[in-house]
């Protein structure tokens, strides 16, 4: 019954805050709205069991991605009447994702009800592991019989993490930035001197 | 608790409904009013390392400041600035405070003492911190209002900084425990090193613990980090537009954070609700006990350096969580691994 209730709660919640993000006029709503999804998407992942696919869906994107997303929304200059005057050129696009999307979501319902997709081998390699947390039977999957398809992943991350450093990366001549190790190091002597000047001389640094 | 309502004669679900919603009202209570008393405590002791006296009028030594203050916000009036973005205004104060008592569900108080048990509890905390940031940043946009939008950038970056190497120091905490679960990790540390209970005594984690204590403070934007309610460059932040209640919620949700983290180093690093040593007659004195004493013992530490380190620079706080924190904490993930892996601790 409780299982039930918050099910349809964060169903719900999930499509009306889904639409939302759609339909939203401010794009700060718009992403607000999407980590509302999020959120709820990672409570439905609860409530299915996958507890650790939940609290990586809530760290990632809600705590990390939606974060950088909002930041840059935040920042932008929002022309309302430019928004809405490419409407028109790219309502056939839009059209054509929808049409596709739909026909998508039709032609999975369809198969869906042809018969389940039946996961795993008949050894039950690919079954979880019975009597195993959700975070076990995944790290016994991934560095076993996925170890060569996680590793690519994580090179392809990796390519991507430099790519990404290496495009928007200048080397700034005119900023002085702050030695900590030299000024630790820099001692009285170094930095002062004791002279006594003679009366209308003055001083040669 | 369910058992017991379930012996009253409820069915199972209805048992669990009422045990959950009593365990839930047993952490929050104790929580707000620990954070009126650490309000109180922290106002205390940086009044005395500045030799002041601090709050010291209403109620025996003051002690009832808190609640005077909380009673005199309460009394007055919210003020929305006419260009702010009314319902997100409201919201974000309200997801700040909620969000600071989310987290306290898998803190275990004693063995038995858990709301909820859950294998993967410390991400759910991850999950949880990582979520503070949005009533600050959305606190910041709202406003329609310089300071607290500049206030909101900063601590959307400063937040994800250091919440990076906190993920990898969590992790060295979790190769050693073998698992997520925060009670088991707790039990973990059961006579670490010889007879210290706790992943401190061990050199090899005990870095990890100074990193984390200061990511901590970084995270919570507790002094010497608070870049983003600095008020000699942005008023007060985020919260300059707010007043009354609102305002308040921002108090208490910060201290409740400050206090969250002070709960975490004791369990990851100092044993938790486990004596400090593993020794039979320190068992007869309650687990809660334990921990309260650790908290307060790290609430100590945190307005320690409150009241005596100067404020960071913006980029001095980048350099350290970017350049200094995290090729350490990434070092140590290796290190501490293959330490392990040779001793062979995972067989």
Redesign the interface.
Known sequence: ??QLIAFYLFATVVIASGTLTIMARNP?HSV?WL?LAFFNG?GLMVLAGA??IA??L??VY???VA??F??VV??LDIDFSELRAGFIKNFPLGMLLAIVLFVELFVGLVARSAGHLVLGKADGSGAPLAGK???EAIGALLYSRYLFLFEAAGIVLLVAMIGAIVLTHRQRSDTRG?N?GRQIARRPDEATVNVKPEVGKGVTL | MTALFQSMGLPF?AA??VATVIGILLIAFPVMLGVALVIYADRKIWASMALRKGPNVVGPFGILQSFADGIKVFLQETIIPSAANKG?FLIAPILTFTVALLAWAVIPFDSWMILAN???GL??V???S??G??GT??AG?SSNSKYP?FS??RA??Q??SY?VSIGFILICVVLWAGT?NLNDIVQAQKSHVWLINGYVANPLLFPMWVMFLISGMAETGRAPFDLTEAESELVAGYQTEYSSMAFALYWLGEYANVLLMCALNATLFFGGYLPPLDWAPLYYVPGLIWLLLKICFFFFIFSWVKATVPRYRY??LM?LGWKVFLPVSLLWVVIISGYLMLTGHFA
């Open positions: 019954m409780i700060v607000l980590i990672a507890e650790f609290m990586l809530v760290i809600v705590g990390a974060v950088l909002l930041f935040m920042m947390s959700n975070i702050q900590v | 679900e669990w409904l997100l859950i294998n993967v991400l759910y991850l999950a949880i990582s979520l940031v949005y940043v959305i946009w939008f909101a950038m959307s970056a937040m994800i919440e997520f980029d001095q350099r």
